[in-house]
């Protein structure tokens, strides 16, 4: 009787699963940064900052998942599963410098407030759908 886990095809479906949402995020992030630059808008600007962080963080996880079924050698006894967390470390560090750019950019404004064109943020919530929406 073997003792088998299925752990590679539940590697396999989720790295399906992670392309799906990479394609996602990415179509958002594509949007976001054409309506920051539209709008000359810093929010837009800042939640575009933290959906490439996404990309790149999905990235990092599916390129971690490919190598992580590596088989073992001399070296490395268990394999190459210290990758995924590896990657998950470099995801923070990346996220923590997306942060100090923010706080330099926002307290940068604070002193020389920049125009911001209301008009198509204000345009963009018609199609927002969230119950707590206004409309």
């Known amino acids: ?3 088998d886990h ?7 479906e989720d790295r399906g699963r992670l ?4 394609a996602v ?9 054409v309506g920051a630059w539209v709008a000359g808008s810093l929010a837009l600007l800042a939640d575009a900052g933290h959906m490439a962080t996404d990309v790149a963080a999905i990235v990092l996880a599916l390129g971690a998942s490919y190598v992580a079924t590596l088989p073992g050698g001399p070296r490395s006894t268990f394999g190459y599963h210290r990758a995924e967390i590896l990657a998950a470390l470099l ?3 990346v996220l923590l410098g997306v942060c100090g750019y923010l706080l330099y950019a926002g307290i940068g404004r604070l002193f020389s ?3 911001v064109d ?3 943020m204000i345009a963009s919530r018609q199609w927002d759908w969230s119950p707590t929406a206004c409309r």
């Open 6 to 12: 299925g752990h590679a095809t539940g590697r396999a």
């Open 118 to 120: 209301a008009g198509p």
């Open 91 to 93: 995801n923070a560090l």
């Open 1 to 3: 009787m073997g003792h």
């Open 25 to 33: 995020t990415v179509t958002v992030l594509v949007v976001e940064l």
């Open 113 to 115: 407030p920049e125009t």
């Open 19 to 22: 392309r799906l949402v990479l």
